[in-house]
T-cell receptor
Framework: KQEVTQIPAALSVPEGENLVLNCSFT??????LQWFRQDPGKGLTSLLL?????REQTSGRLNASLDKSSGRSTLYIAASQPGDSATYLC??????????FGAGTRLTVKP | DAGVIQSPRHEVTEMGQEVTLRCKPI?????LFWYRQTMMRGLELLIY????????DSGMPEDRFSAKMPNASFSTLKIQPSEPRDSAVYFC????????????FGQGTRLTVV
């Protein structure tokens, strides 16, 4: 069963473009929703965490939103740069601290 | 803190051999997770512990896989006997176990079973 779904699987954009990555999940009884970045051959790095009581979080050029009722989260990246190229994964955490991931979106930002 | 530490970084072993992966979580974190990542299946949750107690091991693929957390600063994931289809990157992660806390990942162990 696919609890967390990410669309698109891959995305290629020119430098400077604003973009949105999507994450949908089953079970609205979440504790939090996290967005991670993974560079090739590396571990995951947490970018943003949205608690269940929050609607969005911002860090620099990144903004993440959460809509529990519809089971959706988005990650907005403003003014994309080649250094943003990576795989972005979202994870939902539910009761007992159970944390499950989507398959990720592989982003390429072309100079 | 040095972050989540996993060892070894790379492991190549022959089919049928026992493999033990190790993880040291961040000090003060009371939850620890083991994941397996492959191209085909993505990042799969194998097992996680809260306060050293296994909470959900439904992701462990077979009885060949076992995990232990004897204390708050150490966990192992063991595969016995190993098979080629176990080849993957295995990640360990930890957090403080509350809704406010982000998870931190180790660099992973790349396992190749030949």
């Amino acid at each position: 069963k696919q609890e967390v779904t990410q669309i698109p699987a891959a995305l290629s954009v020119p430098e400077g473009e604003n973009l949105v990555l999507n994450c949908s999940f089953t079970d609205s009884a979440i504790y939090n929703l996290q967005w991670f970045r993974q560079d090739p051959g590396k571990g995951l790095t947490s970018l943003l965490l949205i608690q269940s009581s929050q609607r969005e979080q911002t860090s620099g050029r990144l903004n993440a939103s959460l809509d529990k009722s519809s089971g959706r989260s988005t990650l907005y990246i403003a003014a994309s740069q080649p250094g943003d190229s990576a795989t972005y994964l979202c994870a939902k955490t539910t009761r007992n601290n159970d944390m499950r991931f989507g398959a990720g979106t592989r982003l390429t930002v072309k100079p | 803190d040095a972050g989540v530490i996993q060892s070894p970084r790379h492991e190549v072993t022959e089919m049928g051999q026992e493999v033990t992966l190790r993880c040291k979580p961040i000090s003060g974190h009371n939850s620890l997770f083991w994941y397996r990542q492959t191209m085909m299946r993505g990042l799969e949750l194998l097992i996680y512990f809260n306060n050293n107690v296994p909470i959900d091991d439904s992701g462990m693929p077979e009885d060949r896989f076992s995990a232990k957390m004897p204390n708050a600063s150490f966990s192992t994931l063991k595969i016995q006997p190993s098979e080629p289809r176990d080849s993957a990157v295995y990640f360990c992660a930890s957090n403080r176990g509350s809704e406010r806390t982000e998870a931190f990942f180790g660099q992973g162990t790349r396992l190749t079973v030949v």
